[in-house]
């Protein structure tokens, strides 16, 4: 990742201040921990980008989206973490460009993707890329992330639950507690 400059890290220390939780300390509220468990109030904001070389696949019904080792997962207070892979792992000949962006405050402009089905149905806008995400987010060029609320998503054979709510696009697996940031009343977190 590149190293940020100043306006980086003063557009960041904004971001953060616009949240009532960034990681510091578990609200009551959370649920505790087993072994093995990592608490989604224990990760930070702004997120924490790590590589996960654990087999990350993604379906849409029998066919395959994607296939990686090489995930980086996005861990931000309050949400599952989010999967992002590589370009290279991924058939871009199942994807074709969706209208509309949204933006992030932490990683930028995303751009969207939606899977075309046989039928001439299509999955729409499932999957998302930063072409030129925000430091120090750079490491997610080349990269994208998927919905599991449309999509089938697996990490090392198990199907990931979806994020509660439509926006976020979290994956919930078994090493996850929350609750999570979706729901209603959630909005703040």
Known sequence: MNRMNRSDADRLAHATSLWQHVGRERPAFALPTKAGQESVWD???????????????????????????????????????????????????????????SHCEWKGEAAYWSVPLPGGVALDRVAWSYTQPMAPYDALAGH??????????????????????????????????????????????
């Open 43 to 101: 990760y930070p904001r702004p997120p924490r980008l790590a590589a996960d070389s654990r087999e990350v696949v993604v379906m849409a019904g029998s066919l395959e989206i994607a296939r990686s080792r090489r995930a980086l997962r996005l861990l931000e207070t309050a949400s599952p973490p989010g999967f992002y892979l590589p370009k290279e792992d991924v058939r871009i000949d199942r994807l074709v460009p969706a209208g509309g962006t």
């Open 144 to 189: 994208f992330g998927f919905y599991p609320q449309h999509l089938e998503c697996f990490v090392d054979g198990l199907r990931v639950q979806p994020q509660p709510g439509g926006f976020y696009a979290g994956w919930i697996t078994p090493e996850v507690v929350g609750p999570f940031k979706g729901g209603p009343g959630s909005g703040g977190w």
